[in-house]
T-cell receptor
Framework: GAVVSQHPSRVICKSGTSVKIECRSLDFQATTMFWYRQFPKQSLMLMATSNEGSKATYEQGVEKDKFLINHASLTLSTLTVTSAHPEDSSFYIC?????????FGPGTRLTVL | KQEVTQIPAALSVPEGENLVLNCSFTDSAIYNLQWFRQDPGKGLTSLLLIQSSQREQTSGRLNASLDKSSGRSTLYIAASQPGDSATYLCAVVVGSEKLVFGKGTKLTVNP
């Protein structure tokens, strides 16, 4: 199957700092990528749809100024959590869909102290 | 609003047993349904994708069925093994390729 990578896999930061998470499609091009967030024992929730060359589409309740998304190329999307707070601590996962099924990255565990 | 429910939330079985995981969704207007496996602290591994026009898909010891009209899907695992222990997630694809997930079923297969 297709391969999606994420970096970093784990990050710990202080409250108020910004954190950038990268999502790459390694063996296919993705005009669209998706960013999800998963809290413990909860479903994955779609945060936003990242569109190459245009603005991201955010789900209701997700602050676009806090979660900045940049999809600069057909293989890379970045999510920046700005001015992170402890409540932003979560598991962030990206996905992309070459054809048919969606493939997910390994996820990034963010802990904000 | 589409909602996906998975029952049971957790399941513990002895090795070798056949088992069924259930998934239900409230809106039958879906493009497809996908089953995933998630190991602790890891990303998702796609197991099976069923298109809305299909009734079932099989891969090895896994068989997934879809009854779109009743809003149900099942994942059947034959001859379970300890390595099958993980959380199994069901997700339906709605408009704009958006995935809506259930909370998952945590499976433990005991040796």
């Amino acid at each position: 199957g297709a391969v999606v990578s994420q970096h970093p896999s784990r990050v710990i930061c202080k409250s108020g700092t910004s954190v950038k998470i990268e999502c790459r499609s390694l063996d296919f091009q993705a005009t669209t990528m998706f960013w999800y967030r998963q809290f413990p024992k909860q479903s994955l929730m779609l945060m936003a749809t990242s569109n190459e060359g245009s603005k991201a589409t955010y789900e209701q309740g997700v602050e676009k100024d806090k979660f900045l998304i940049n999809h600069a190329s057909l293989t890379l999307s970045t999510l920046t959590v700005t001015s992170a707070h402890p409540e932003d601590s979560s598991f962030y996962i990206c996905s992309a869909r070459p054809v048919g099924e969606q493939f997910f990255g390994p996820g990034t565990r963010l802990t904000v102290l | 609003k589409q909602e996906v429910t998975q029952i049971p939330a957790a399941l513990s079985v002895p090795e070798g047993e056949n088992l069924v995981l259930n998934c239900s969704f409230t809106d039958s207007a879906i493009y497809n349904l996908q089953w995933f496996r998630q190991d602790p602290g890891k990303g998702l591994t796609s197991l099976l994708l069923i298109q809305s026009s299909q009734r079932e898909q099989t891969s090895g010891r896994l068989n997934a069925s879809l009854d779109k009209s009743s809003g149900r899907s099942t994942l059947y695992i034959a001859a379970s093994q300890p390595g099958d222990s993980a959380t199994y997630l069901c997700a339906v694809v709605v408009g704009s390729e958006k995935l809506v997930f259930g909370k998952g079923t945590k499976l433990t297969v005991n040796p």
